[in-house]
């Protein structure tokens, strides 16, 4: 019989609700706080900055949310996303373990984020928002916004870390055919930005800086608000339409996972795979395991403080309890991939302290190696970031190869890669050094942070 490569699901099985985690926590989230006056945020303290269906979202605790019509019918162009089983992976390994990848590399920016894109750019649009202002770091989350808000017809402007943008003129080309403007940041265009370029002119910027920049121009501007591709409970929620597919495709396969895997940087794209799953591992009996991989060099969940800290460098965001580095954390710019923000998902965040999720970091070179090793077997050039994941699914192949067990492994390819193939340029050429951030670090970026309950 023909080895099966590809489970798909027909069109009309786009899922029509969100999954909201917050339903099955054991433990309430820790609400995020004003950052003026330390205390709970409610809805207006947040209303400059996002639509009210937005905020809903963020402290709901319904188990489902409908998935509005127009959301879907822009899904239904790119969703149902494919779940592959790599067997010519398995192959190259060895390994007795059966290892299968959820595909979102098929939406049109790219990657999984579009699948936030559209949900918040349609919120806004039904709330006559005119104008969106947003942070981009690697220019994935900027291209998948720039895309959606072409679909509703809103302006966007994009800051972009400078780095990044000196680094990927195809990004920016790419957010400019879908509409959106992009100046590098920090930027003269803002108060935030301004004060930082007169400490260090040549600042090569960040995502804390970033961000600082489109809130304070959301907050500045009447006709404008602010939209965030990671980190928050809304954007996991959106993405949580990966795991219903794959737990569906997985059914098709007749399997179920013994480890799901996924890269981690704000920890939405590991969120939309993983908390359909953890539903049933907290109310279903299953005894799954969960590995969030991060880089060596930004490693939130393995080296952060859980505590409540900024989402910004600049203090202008409410605080969040969340896995943190510290908000003036500066990610070196050795580093190629993406998944470097010092935060992390409260959601995530918490079930990794609850235990119920385990963290590892892995350095770059590794990561690249794995990427290299998949494209070649596989054939889809991945994006760094979601390479991380890869490098985790293969040491566990590798490891129930050691074992000699039949292991179930699923993992999210995030998104496709070629518009990073500098990054494997630079690696093939030997220009990417492994780095590990140093803990001491972290309690120096944590000190002045207030420290509340
Ligand atoms: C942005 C991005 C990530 C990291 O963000 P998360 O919110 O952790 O998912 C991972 N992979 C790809 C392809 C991305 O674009």
């Given at each position: ?316 965001t409410p605080l969040v309890k969340m896995s943190t580095l510290g908000h003036s954390f500066m990610p070196p710019s050795i580093h190629a991939g993406g998944l470097r923000y010092h ?111």
């Amino acid at each position: 019989m023909a080895r099966q490569y590809k489970y798909l699901l027909p069109e009309d099985q786009v899922p029509t609700r969100w999954y909201n985690i917050a339903a099955d926590l054991k433990n309430p989230p820790a609400p995020a706080l004003h950052p003026g006056t330390g205390q709970p945020l409610g809805p207006a303290d947040l209303a400059p900055l996002f639509p009210m269906a937005v905020i809903e979202q963020e402290v709901s605790t319904e188990r489902w949310i409908d998935i509005p019509e127009p959301v879907l019918d822009v899904y239904r162009t790119y969703r149902p996303a494919p779940l592959f089983r790599a067997h010519r992976l398995e192959e190259a390994l060895g390994t007795p373990a059966h290892i299968y990848y959820k595909y979102e590399g098929v939406s049109p920016a790219g990657s999984h984020k579009v699948n936030t894109a559209v949900a918040q750019a349609y919120y806004n649009h039904l709330e006559g928002v005119r104008r969106i202002t947003t942070e981009t770091g690697a220019g994935q989350w900027g291209t998948a916004l720039a895309y959606a808000c072409q679909m509703f017809g809103i302006e966007l402007k994009i800051y972009m870390v400078r780095v990044s943008f000196e680094q990927k003129p195809y990004r920016k080309a790419m957010m400019n055919v879908y509409g959106a403007s992009v100046v590098p940041s920090p930027s003269q265009d803002t108060n935030a930005g301004r004060t930082i370029l007169e400490r260090d002119p040549n600042s090569s910027g960040s995502l804390g800086i970033a961000i600082s920049e489109a809130v304070e121009d959301a907050a500045t501007h009447e006709d404008t608000k602010y939209s965030l591709g990671s980190v928050l409970n809304h954007v996991m929620l959106h993405q949580t339409v990966i795991g219903q597919e794959a737990i569906a495709q997985m059914q098709l396969a007749g399997e179920y996972p013994d480890v799901v895997i996924g890269c981690v940087g704000g920890g939405s794209n590991y969120a939309g795979l993983a908390f359909p799953f953890m539903q049933e591992r907290l109310n279903g009996g299953r005894n799954t395991r969960f590995v969030a991989a991060e880089p060596a060099s930004c490693p939130t969940l393995t080296k952060g403080v859980y505590t409540y800290d900024f989402g910004d460098t600049a203090e202008l965001t409410p605080l969040v309890k969340m896995s943190t580095l510290g908000h003036s954390f500066m990610p070196p710019s050795i580093h190629a991939g993406g998944l470097r923000y010092h935060g992390m998902s409260p959601l995530i965040s918490q079930l990794h302290e609850e235990g119920y999720i385990d963290a590892v970091a892995h350095p770059q070179l590794g990561v690249f190696a794995a990427a290299v090793q998949f494209a070649r077997a596989e054939g889809i050039v991945p994006a760094p970031e979601s390479a991380h994941a890869i490098r985790s699914a293969i040491d566990e192949a590798l490891e129930a190869k050691e074992a000699g067990e039949e292991r179930v492994i699923l993992f999210n390819l995030s998104g496709h890669g070629f518009l990073d193939l500098g990054a494997y340029e630079q690696y093939f050429n030997g220009e990417l050094e492994d780095y590990e951030y140093p803990a001491e670090l972290v309690q120096q970026a944590l000190a002045g942070v207030p420290q509340l309950a």
